[in-house]
Structures are given as structure tokens and as C-alpha cells.
């Protein structure tokens, strides 16, 4: 297998781990996006880490809408408020892979859902969100802010900040929020919830929070491993070449912002 530059620890091909590794390299390259990745091999390392990462992640990051006999088993959150988040907790750390490869995706998805203007200002304006607030609704800024206390200390997020997202998400949730703060996306996303009574409104938005807190409390552990190891993007010396398609994909603007701020480094 082709493999380009790395710097403290090797990532692992495909070629080089048993079978049951191997395996889980291809669930993760088919899941997400079809781009064999450097995450899976630098987890080849422990396998275990490998082969429980993909259907580990996708439980809070990727999986929408999962139900079993009724009852709601993940994707609490709707995937762009995710990916808002993913990507302000790691500019907030500087870890370069999840920058890039969340730039990528996050990008990506708002073009998908045809919010590709929105996307892309919003994404954008993240390293510094709190100076364009008009941008970002009122219930993105709460988690944005709430983003940046957990990764910076969890100790600074206070009983009312709490409160304040409690109320706006249940309000989100039951669809009582100005038009002006709701998408069309988000009315379609809320329509499962329609007959909740208050108890499982009340359940419901736990649920959000957990998961949310879950999701920032991830990604700083996953900023600090990238960052540690000094993981790589896949570039041209590699199986398939990310660098080129985060070129051909996010618009140059946040390609230099995220240049910007990690400094050329890791």
C-alpha cells in the first residue's frame, strides 16, 4: 500500500494487521466517505481501539433518526449542529486532522442539504463565532458557548447556562421557537417528536445534552490523540489522497483560516 510522510508513530496498512483489524479498516473506509484514513490505522496499533471505533463513533456522530421498538437510541441531535460543534471544539484545541477532515465533512453536509451559503458562512466565522452571533442562531450560540467551557473547563459551565439550554431546546423541540430560528430542516427533524407529552419532551432534551456533552468531551480526547501522535492527512503518497478532494471542497477562505490558526503544525 502507498504510504505518504509521518512523524512519531507510523499509522499501520492495511496489509501490515490481521484479519479482524483489517476489517474494521474497511468498515471505517466504507462508512465514511470511501477515504481509507490514518484515524483507523494509527488505532491498528491496539486493535481493539480499531475494530470497536466505527460503530462506537457513528453512535453520536453519524447515526440519525435510530429507533428500536419505539424508543430513540441515538441521533438525538440533528448531524449540522454536530458538525458545528465537532469543528468548533477542535479549532478551539488546533488539532489539525480534525480541523481538516471535519472542514471536509462538515462542508460537505450543509452543500448535501442545500444550506451550502449557511454552511459555509458558519463554518467560516467558528474560531471567533462570539463576534458574529447574527450569523448562528440562538440556540447554536448556547452550544457553541457551552462547546468552548467544556473543552477549555468543564468547571466554568454554570447551573444557568444549563437552564438556558434546557429551555431553548425543549422549545426547539416542540417547534415554539421564531421562525426566523428554525430551518426547514430542523421543523422536518422535530416532526418525530410531535407527540411527545412533557415527560418525554423532558427525557428527550436529557438526551440531547448527554449526547452533545458526549460529543465535545470525544473530540477533545480525539484533538489530543491526533495532536500527541502528530497524526497525518492523507495526501498524494497515500492509498487515496484527502488533501486533494479538502482542496477541491472547502472553499479557500477556511482553508486559510484553518492554516491560520494551526501554524503550520499538528
Known amino acids: 500500500m502507498k504510504q505518504g510522510p509521518w512523524t512519531r508513530i507510523r499509522p499501520l496498512q492495511i496489509d501490515e494487521v490481521d484479519d479482524y483489524t483489517a476489517s474494521a479498516y474497511k468498515q471505517g473506509e466504507l462508512t465514511w466517505g470511501h477515504f481509507p484514513n490514518n484515524l483507523m490505522k494509527m488505532m491498528g496499533h491496539c486493535p481493539s481501539l480499531a475494530i470497536t471505533e466505527v460503530p462506537y463513533a457513528n453512535a453520536f456522530i453519524f447515526d440519525t433518526d435510530v429507533f428500536n421498538n419505539g424508543k430513540q437510541f441515538a441521533g438525538f441531535l440533528e448531524r449540522p449542529l454536530k458538525e458545528l460543534l465537532i469543528s468548533r471544539t477542535s479549532l478551539f484545541n488546533r488539532s489539525r486532522?480534525?480541523?481538516?477532515?471535519?472542514?471536509?465533512?462538515?462542508?460537505?453536509?450543509?452543500?448535501?442539504?442545500?444550506?451550502?451559503?449557511?454552511?459555509?458562512?458558519?463554518?467560516?466565522?467558528?474560531?471567533?463565532?462570539?463576534?458574529?452571533?447574527?450569523?448562528?442562531?440562538?440556540?447554536?450560540?448556547?452550544?457553541?458557548?457551552?462547546?468552548?467551557?467544556?473543552?477549555?473547563?468543564?468547571?466554568?459551565?454554570?447551573?444557568?447556562?444549563?437552564?438556558?439550554?434546557?429551555?431553548?431546546?425543549?422549545?426547539h423541540n416542540t417547534g415554539t421557537l421564531p421562525s426566523s430560528q428554525m430551518a426547514d430542516f430542523d421543523r422536518k427533524f422535530i416532526q418525530k417528536w410531535s407527540a411527545y407529552d412533557d415527560a418525554a419532551h423532558a427525557r428527550l432534551v436529557d438526551s440531547q445534552i448527554v449526547e452533545m456533552t458526549w460529543l465535545i468531551g470525544q473530540f477533545c480526547l480525539l484533538n489530543r490523540w491526533f495532536t500527541a501522535l502528530q497524526v497525518p492527512d492523507e495526501a498524494a503518497d497515500d492509498e487515496v489522497d484527502f488533501l486533494r478532494a479538502y482542496r477541491d471542497a472547502v472553499p479557500q477562505d477556511i482553508r486559510d483560516r484553518n492554516e491560520k490558526l494551526l501554524q503550520g503544525g499538528f
Open 97 to 171: 486532522y480534525s480541523v481538516t477532515h471535519h472542514s471536509f465533512i462538515g462542508y460537505f453536509l450543509f452543500k448535501s442539504l442545500n444550506r451550502e451559503e449557511e454552511g459555509h458562512r458558519k463554518l467560516l466565522h467558528l474560531h471567533e463565532y462570539q463576534n458574529y452571533r447574527s450569523i448562528y442562531t440562538d440556540r447554536e450560540n448556547l452550544c457553541l458557548d457551552y462547546a468552548v467551557k467544556v473543552a477549555q473547563d468543564a468547571h466554568l459551565v454554570t447551573d444557568d447556562e444549563f437552564k438556558q439550554i434546557k429551555a431553548i431546546f425543549r422549545r
